[in-house]
């Protein structure tokens, strides 16, 4: 192990490895409009992106995909119009903050010129935003080299041995951005966008809960398959 906790040899060949398997992700989903990633950022929040894709083509089809559209609507349309993403009442008042704090801050031109430090922390002040949301939008919308952690980057790193149960976010965030600061900046970020899109792509489709690891690009090198092979591959879902 480093002295940030992660391999960052294994770290390489986990990435490789995928990359190899899916191959390009093209991430963000949908769109690359820096506003329209910020609303999928919130919509996403415990859902499917199926579900996101709906709730932004309603909102487009009714021309309400804009901050000054956002802010005019009254909260329950706005409810209305976002229903298939799923907790709806809830993300619509979530958006209405993130909304005020975008136009307040003077939108994307003006806060692209902040420090990924002073636009994380003022980020992660908004109603609404935690980590995982916050780093989703400094990266996929801000183009900074920040490592966004789900639940499936939890799992995956725990099955491969990379981290130990009970890892933080904040700590696993730090420890893959630690080891990949050699690379240059514009690196970094082609290299995080990948690497999450093809997180959750592995762990969607492959490493749930009970895992796929017949199917697995990282069997051959994954702790938990080593383990238990039976038990790992004797429960293949349809």
């Known amino acids: 192990m480093s002295e940030a906790g992660i391999d960052p040899a294994r770290l390489e060949g986990v990435f490789a490895r995928l990359y190899q398997f899916y191959g390009p992700q093209y991430w963000w989903p949908g769109s690359d409009e820096p506003f329209v990633v910020m609303v999928g950022a919130v919509l996403t929040q415990n859902t499917a992106w199926t579900n996101v894709e709906k709730a932004l083509a309603r909102l487009e089809a009714s021309k309400s995909l804009s901050p000054e559209a956002i802010h005019a609507l009254p909260m329950k349309s706005l409810a209305e119009r976002i229903r298939p993403s799923g907790y709806f009442n809830i993300k ?5 903050h993130l909304t005020t704090w975008y136009q307040s801050s003077g939108g994307f031109e003006r806060l692209r010129r902040q420090s990924t430090q002073v636009l994380r922390k003022r980020l992660l002040a908004v109603k609404g935003v935690g980590p995982e949301t916050c780093d989703d939008i400094l990266l996929y919308a801000f183009q900074r080299p920040v490592f966004v952690v789900d639940a499936y980057t939890f799992r995956i790193f725990e099955r491969l041995g990379l981290i ?9 965030r730090a420890a893959v951005e630690k080891v990949t600061r050699r690379k240059s900046r514009c690196a970094r970020v082609r290299r995080f966008n990948e690497f999450h899109a093809l997180i959750v792509r592995h762990g969607s489709q492959v490493c749930r809960p009970k895992p796929r690891c017949r199917d697995c ?3 051959t090198v994954c702790d938990y398959n080593l383990a238990f092979p039976r038990e790992s591959n004797s429960g293949r879902e349809a």
């Open 92 to 96: 619509a008042d979530r958006l209405k």
């Open 164 to 172: 130990g149960v009970g890892l933080g976010y904040e700590a696993l």
């Open 217 to 219: 690009a990282l069997a």
